[in-house]
T-cell receptor
Framework: AQKVTQAQTEISVVEKEDVTLDCVYE???????LFWYKQPPSGELVFLIR??????QNEISGRYSWNFQKSTSSFNFTITASQVVDSAVYFC?????????????FGTGTRLLVSP | KAGVTQTPRYLIKTRGQQVTLSCSPI?????VSWYQQTPGQGLQFLFE???????NKGNFPGRFSGRQFSNSRSEMNVSTLELGDSALYLC??????????????FGSGTQLSVL
C-alpha cells in the first residue's frame, strides 16, 4: 500500500527564518512520483514540484529546495528566509504505477504560519 | 491559458438530496480527477476520467459517481447526501495519457455543506 506521512501538523516561524517540512513515504512501486503542493486559504492546490523515483538530485528553486533520499524514503522541503506569503498548508503526495500514475495519495499536510 | 474551473464555488444541501458538481479542465487536458478534502480524512481520491472513460476509482460508496464529456468537461454526482459528505471537492486536470505521471493542476474547489 502507498502511504505518505507528514508528522508535523503545524509549524510557526518568524519571517526570515528557514523552515523544513518533513515527508516520509511508503510504496512498493519501483517507479513512483513525489510531489509537493501548497494550499493557501483560497483552497486551490498549487503545484510546487514533482520528482520521479529515478532522480534523486536535489532541487532548488529560488527560496525553495527539496531533498529526496530514497534510502530513508523521505522527500523534505525547505523554505529559506520564509515570508508571510508562505503561510499555507503544504501537502506531500505520492503516485505510482501499481495504483495508477494519476492517483495521488496525500499526506495530512503541514500548516505553516509565518509571522512578521 | 485559463485554469481549472469548478462550479459552483459553494453549495448548501440537505440530507437525502443529490448534488452535481462541474469541472472544466485546462484546454487540451484530457484527464480529469476528483478529490474530496475533509478535516478528518484529509485529501482522498475519488475517481479519474480520461477520454470519457473512468480509468481509476477510489474507495467511495456508489453514491459518488462521475462522468466526462467529449470536450473533457467533467461532472460528479453525489446522491442521497449524508452529513459526512460535507467537504471541499477538488477537481484536477492533466495531460496524462496513463503511461506515466503528469502533474495535476487543481481548481479552487466546490465547498459542499450538507445540513
Amino acid at each position: 500500500a502507498q502511504k505518505v506521512t507528514q508528522a508535523q501538523t503545524e509549524i510557526s516561524v518568524v519571517e526570515k527564518e528557514d523552515v523544513t517540512l518533513d515527508c516520509v513515504y511508503e510504496t512498493r512501486d519501483t517507479t513512483y512520483y513525489l510531489f509537493w503542493y501548497k494550499q493557501p486559504p483560497s483552497g486551490e492546490l498549487v503545484f510546487l514540484i514533482r520528482r520521479n523515483s529515478f532522480d534523486e538530485q536535489n532541487e532548488i528553486s529560488g527560496r525553495y529546495s527539496w531533498n529526496f533520499q530514497k534510502s530513508t524514503s523521505s522527500f523534505n522541503f525547505t523554505i529559506t528566509a520564509s515570508q508571510v506569503v508562505d503561510s499555507a498548508v503544504y501537502f506531500c503526495a505520492l503516485s505510482g504505477g501499481y495504483t495508477g500514475f494519476q492517483k495521488l495519495v496525500f499526506g495530512t499536510g503541514t500548516r505553516l504560519l509565518v509571522s512578521p | 491559458k485559463a485554469g481549472v474551473t469548478q462550479t459552483p464555488r459553494y453549495l448548501i444541501k440537505t440530507r437525502g438530496q443529490q448534488v452535481t458538481l462541474s469541472c472544466s479542465p485546462i484546454s487540451g487536458h484530457r484527464s480529469v480527477s476528483w478529490y474530496q478534502q475533509t478535516p478528518g480524512q484529509g485529501l482522498q481520491f475519488l475517481f479519474e476520467y480520461f477520454s470519457e472513460t473512468q480509468r481509476n476509482k477510489g474507495n467511495f460508496p456508489g453514491r459518488f459517481s462521475g462522468r466526462q464529456f467529449s470536450n473533457s468537461r467533467s461532472e460528479m454526482n453525489v446522491s442521497t447526501l449524508e452529513l459526512g459528505d460535507s467537504a471541499l471537492y477538488l477537481c484536477a486536470s492533466s495531460l496524462a495519457t496513463g503511461a506515466t505521471n503528469e502533474k495535476l493542476f487543481f481548481g479552487s474547489g466546490t465547498q459542499l455543506s450538507v445540513l
